[in-house]
């Protein structure tokens, strides 16, 4: 068979400029173009419109608001936020929307409409949410069993840790093209993370049935969990248009309003007494954490759960007392940021065993060894054990690997010099990084497997390719157990009338799901094939036409069948093709074409208790990373960062390298250059790439390396592999701590994420 590089090559459209995103789908004669209306205001009411300026424009169709909708609330958890605003949140609220002939128009006559507002005064940071009791949920709880018991040479440390939000920066901005047709059947074609959300939050929005809604993902030019909820938001407005004008509509954003609009990853506030021994050992935790949750609750609550989940990170806490709270501010609502929480926890942790180095003059990474789960301390805070566990001898590796002590005793030959205009940093941290959502029901996905009489297979998942290479990878594992060159399999676009009832693709959990139920789907045909194999083999010629003589191949015959190199073969000296095989079976009527449905087995967590088996599983890792700082700018470049992941068995290691490298620069961003500022009156003040930084190549370390620790017996995954979408974000907090090392700040009792310039200068001042 002639190889053939199908339209989801991975290499070939999405790396190469080739994908078509929503706003590359060609417009059709008459279609209408949206544009959001926002506030100008972070706190009040709208009192009313004037459209003098904008009812006479000759590109002027309509403007929909809350009067044109009955049912004004929506939300991934609890429907807490209008689609349109009455009562004004923050700063750039949706309160309106304008539908017009051409895209430039529908943007300048949004500007042109005039806002009467009644005005309050914002809550705009998290303390004075705390001051006045401002919050969107009560107050969660772990607690240790067992209490501290106080000895007299252990050693308190108390402070305070403020940690930064941080804007995911997809390359497509929000995007949704909805086309209406007769029946009241929508087709909305989405740049979302989550398909089924959207085809519910739109339902919601126009009193359509979800049966008549159908929701297209091609790829996404990026998401990061930026999609995983807001872009039903965007869907839902461009249906409503499309069901009220019985048109297709189009809405694409602006980068600008896109970063207004749009959650970030959620602030923490963290206040903390950590008590350990002389010898840096833990005893006890105590930590009060607060995130921004913004104006309306989205998915903070589990943002929030699964910081707690994660503020151990690689490191056993024997007494704890964890409390969480959300905060409700007049800013953004935010949303899922890769990691979900998960970042917030461990940056507190990896924060405080610098900390404790550094306060009782021992080398933090033999604080952070002498505190690694390890034998016997296996526990985490919420009670599950660890199973497999290799974080002592990942550290131990990684520390021959890039010669710590060497470097170690460089560094501090590098610092004592005081006529250098440079100080360096060295820091050791990992990552322990829970693989499921928290959300039990999430944990679930299907799969639709065809395969044609040519011998190609089509694959349909609920999994969305962001650039992440899902879709190579499940393409890879079918290619693998099909025995069959990745060019026979082609997979298709993900779509709701294919795939019903899906999760989002988030919580790094996109493979693990979907490949799972494809090979579940995959298991059912090949069973038939192999009967079919079987039947053949008994007639000693590569025919049967006679579905009489099909029979169901016995245990002992299954074990010896191999699908391999395209063939089927095993039995004698029978090697079938598998396209053969294929036509055969369309020709006896046996079905080449299957359903399956996965769920993740044995996990679950206790509300009440709060204990349990939230996870399936953990990715593990750790880096050190060697910084130097210019005393005189506070500029940062990150030396060297020399990075040993735990993935399993990867499905496939350039995807995985790719992915544990972006995550690092992608976090590195968030600890040094990427800041939010808003403005006293709500606004965001860094809302373009011309005010919020982004690490650019001259950002990325100068000596950057990815090793794999080999083990297989993650056998709970498929493939034995690991998830890699989050777990390695943990790993760029060691560029924060690395500065902490250089400037020698730990024993300041209130610190703040991230480290810029600036920032360095207060400290180095």
């Known amino acids: ?10 290499s070939s459209s999405h790396t190469q400029g080739k994908t078509i995103y929503v706003d590359d789908i060609a417009p059709v004669v008459g279609e209408v173009h949206l544009y959001p209306v926002l506030s100008t205001i972070a706190k009040g009411k709208v009192a009313d419109f004037d459209l ?80 006045k009791k401002s919050f969107l949920c009560d107050t969660i709880s772990f607690i240790s069993p067992k209490k501290y018991k106080n000895n007299i040479d252990d050693v308190g440390i108390v402070g305070e ?36 959300e959207v085809q519910h939050i739109c339902s919601k929005m126009t009193n359509i049935p979800y049966s008549q809604i159908t929701v297209e993902v091609n790829k996404l030019g990026g998401g990061f969990g930026g999609k995983e909820s807001q872009a039903s938001h965007i869907a839902a407005l461009c249906a409503l248009a499309s069901v009220k004008l019985q048109k297709t509509c189009r809405l694409i954003l602006d980068r600008d309003e896109d970063f207004q609009i749009t959650g970030k990853r ?214 693998d157990y099909w025995g069959l060159t990745p060019e026979r399999i082609f997979m298709l ?17 996109g493979t693990d799901i979907n490949a799972s139920a494809a090979l579940i789907a995959s298991e059912k045909i090949k069973n038939r094939l192999m009967d079919l194999y079987y039947s053949v083999s008994l007639l000693r010629k590569k025919e049967l036409m006679d579905e009489s003589k099909l029979k169901k191949c016995p245990k002992d015959k299954v074990k010896k069948i191999k699908f391999a190199n395209n063939t089927v073969q095993g039995l004698g000296k029978l090697v079938i093709s598998f396209q053969e095989l294929t ?86 961003g968030w600890v040094t250059t990427e800041e939010l500022i808003h403005r006293p009156d709500g606004f965001l003040a860094t809302h373009s790439p011309t005010t919020y930084k982004i690490p650019n190549i001259q950002d990325i370390p100068r000596k950057f390396s990815v090793d794999f620790f080999p083990n297989e017996t993650n056998t709970a995954n498929v493939a034995k592999s690991k998830a890699v979408g989050e777990p390695p974000f943990l790993l760029g907090t060691s560029v924060y701590t690395a500065i902490m090392d250089a400037l020698h700040c730990g024993k300041k009792n209130e610190l703040s994420l991230p480290f810029t310039g600036e920032n360095i200068l207060d400290h180095l001042s």
């Open 493 to 509: 676009k993900t779509n709701t009338e294919k795939n019903a009832n899906t999760s989002a693709t988030a919580a790094s959990s």
């Open 583 to 668: 036509s055969m079976a369309y020709m006896n009527r046996v079905s080449l074409c299957d359903y399956g449905h996965y769920k993740t087995e044995k996990i679950w967590f206790d509300d009440k208790t709060k204990r349990g088996n939230p996870f399936l599983y953990y990715s593990t890792g750790a880096v050190n990373t060697v910084v130097k700082i210019n005393k005189f700018t506070g500029e940062i470049k990150v030396q060297e960062a020399k990075i040993l992941m735990d993935l399993g068995r990867p499905v496939d290691e350039k995807i995985d390298r790719g992915q544990i490298m972006g995550a690092y620069i992608q976090a590195q």
């Open 266 to 479: 959620h602030p923490f506030y963290h206040k903390y007494k950590i008590i350990v021994s002389p010898a840096g050992q833990i005893r006890h935790l105590k930590v009060d954490m607060y995130s921004d949750g913004g104006a309306y609750l989205d998915l903070s609550l589990p943002i929030l759960q699964r910081g707690m989940f994660h503020v151990d990170n690689c490191y056993y806490i024997p007494h704890y007392e964890i409390n969480g709270r959300i905060a409700k501010t007049n800013k953004v609502s935010n949303t899922a940021f890769r990691g979900f929480g998960g970042p917030q926890g461990a940056a507190l942790i990896e924060m405080l065993m610098e900390r404790i180095g550094q306060h009782l003059e021992l080398d933090p990474y033999q604080v952070r060894q002498i505190n690694l789960y390890q034998k016997n301390k296996l526990t985490t805070p919420y009670g599950q054990k660890i199973k497999h566990n290799f974080l002592p001898e990942i550290f131990s590796d990684l520390a021959k690997k890039s010669a710590y002590q060497s470097q170690r005793k460089k560094i501090k030959k590098l610092n004592s010099d005081p006529t250098s205009e440079w100080l360096y940093g060295m820091s050791m941290t990992g990552t322990k990084f829970g693989i499921s959502f928290t959300a039990k029901f999430l944990n679930q996905g299907n799969a639709l497997i065809n395969i044609l009489p040519d011998g190609t297979m089509q694959a349909s998942t609920g999994a969305i390719e962001m650039g992440q290479g899902v879709s190579h990878k499940i393409r890879k594992i079918l290619s």
């Open 161 to 196: 840790f403020h940690i930064g939000g941080q804007e995911h920066f997809y390359l497509e901005t929000q995007a949704a093209r909805v086309t209406y047709s007769e029946g009241n059947h929508l087709k909305i074609e989405s740049s979302t993370q989550h398909p089924t």
């Open 52 to 131: 003098t300026q904008v009812e006479t424009d000759p590109n002027f169709i309509n403007f929909f608001s809350a009067k044109d909708i009955k049912d004004n609330a929506w939300g991934p958890m609890i429907a807490d936020q209008p689609f349109f605003a009455n009562k004004i949140q923050y700063y750039g609220e949706i309160i309106g929307l304008i539908a017009a002939k051409t895209p430039a128009s529908s943007r300048q006559l949004a500007k042109k409409v005039k806002v009467e507002y009644q005005e309050a005064k914002p809550i705009l940071s998290i303390q004075e949410a705390i001051k």
């Open 1 to 10: 068979m002639k190889k053939k590089i199908f339209a989801d090559e991975f």
